[in-house]
């Protein structure tokens, strides 16, 4: 298992540590009622090191990257970035990416569920890629007033960053790379930093957002926070659907590239059409509560099951994604938890809730 660079600071905050896919993490590392209201009220400070991280130079990484992952990685423009995917040979998901274009280098950041090796067999292949996942942390904040952390370590410039950007900033005399990315439907931001700075930068970023009422905290929250506001998780759905167009990821692929990994399988899928619906539910009754494999019943015919589920503390009770057959995965409809049980769950539109950080925007 690769360890956290910074586990010694997170033990002394009394973290708690999991492991996805062979990369360690910080679970969490208060109660989950205190880092819900962090990240859906003021900012959660974690550690996103378990990303797989690489750099490529610009001359040859885009049209290599372009060869290899589902999107159009050629119209990637200097300062941005790009969300999209990489498939295995089947068609199957193995890696969420996102690819970042800053001073004539290419940053690829990954969450997956294929272990290291089968990543670096992927991406070494092109002759400037390095792998830096063991030369930098990446370390994340979340939340509506997560923007008051990101300026007080790199500056007033932030404020001019839009979603899904980059950008070099100065810590410590050291340049690091901040991008705004946040994947829960609050303002998000992600620094990448040398190990060098890596301890400096940790303090700072902690002493941030305690200064405005937020916290530490870990993977657990994050996921939760992404079912809530409808943002893809490899980890969840990803992991048990595995299908690119199931799982409504088509906005991540061009299609009119000739050539990508997987993407016979995934152009075979699209010809014949897709069977099923990721559709969001919840219980009438709030005190129910929903596990994965749990399966859905209409007039006594399993018609759905549960991939995934959290708990929306904005609206009080468990939120579940259930893969229906297609002619069910319909928001606004009522489904029975028991095979002959009452019509107790309704299916919703996702996400169910809006984000503080939507309605507040950059307030002092």
């Known amino acids: 298992m690769r360890s956290l660079i910074l586990k010694n600071l997170w033990e002394k905050e009394n973290a708690i540590f999991d492991e996805l896919y062979g990369a360690e993490t910080v679970k969490y590392v208060s109660s989950f009622e205190e880092e819900y209201e962090a990240i859906r009220k003021k900012s959660l400070f974690a550690d996103f090191s378990f990303c797989k991280r690489y750099v490529f130079d610009e001359s040859d990484g885009l049209d290599f ?45 990954i969450e997956s569920i294929k272990d290291e090796a089968y990543l670096d067999s992927v991406f070494l292949k092109c002759d400037s890629c390095k792998e830096i996942t063991n030369e930098t942390v990446l370390l994340s904040i979340d939340g509506p007033e997560s923007w008051h952390v990101a300026k007080d370590v790199c500056g007033q410039d932030i404020l001019d ?85 199931a799982l409504g990821l088509q906005w991540m692929i061009d299609f009119d590239k000739e050539n990508f990994n997987g993407s016979k399988s995934i152009f075979e899928n699209r010809e014949k059409g897709i069977r099923t619906a990721l559709v969001g539910i919840r219980y009438k009754n709030p005190e129910s509560k ?72 950059m307030n002092a």
């Open 161 to 245: 960053l839009p979603y899904l950007s980059i950008e070099n900033f100065q810590f410590e005399e050291t340049q690091i790379q901040l991008l705004r990315k946040g994947t829960t439907g609050e303002f998000g931001y992600q620094f990448l930093a040398e190990t060098s700075i890596a301890e400096k930068l940790f303090e700072a970023i902690k002493n941030s957002t305690n200064a405005i009422g937020g916290k530490l905290g870990g993977t657990d929250i994050h996921f939760n926070a992404r079912l809530e506001g409808n943002f893809f998780n490899i980890y969840a759905e990803g992991a048990v659907v595995k299908k690119p167009l």
């Open 65 to 109: 990257l372009d060869t290899v992952l589902a999107e159009n990685i050629l119209t990637l423009r200097y300062g941005r970035v790009l969300n999209t995917f990489l498939a295995d040979e089947d068609g199957n998901i193995c890696a969420d990416c996102f690819v970042a274009n800053i001073s004539d280098k290419i940053y690829l950041f």
């Open 290 to 361: 929903f596990s994965v494999g749990d399966e859905v019943f209409n007039e006594g015919t399993s018609v759905g099951k549960v991939i995934a589920c959290a708990y929306s503390k904005i609206l009080e009770c468990a939120i579940a994604l259930v893969l229906f057959e297609k002619e069910f995965g319909l928001s606004g409809f009522e489904y029975s938890s028991k095979v002959s049980g009452e019509r107790d769950l309704l299916t919703i539109s996702m996400p169910p809730i809006v984000a503080l950080s939507l309605q507040n925007g």
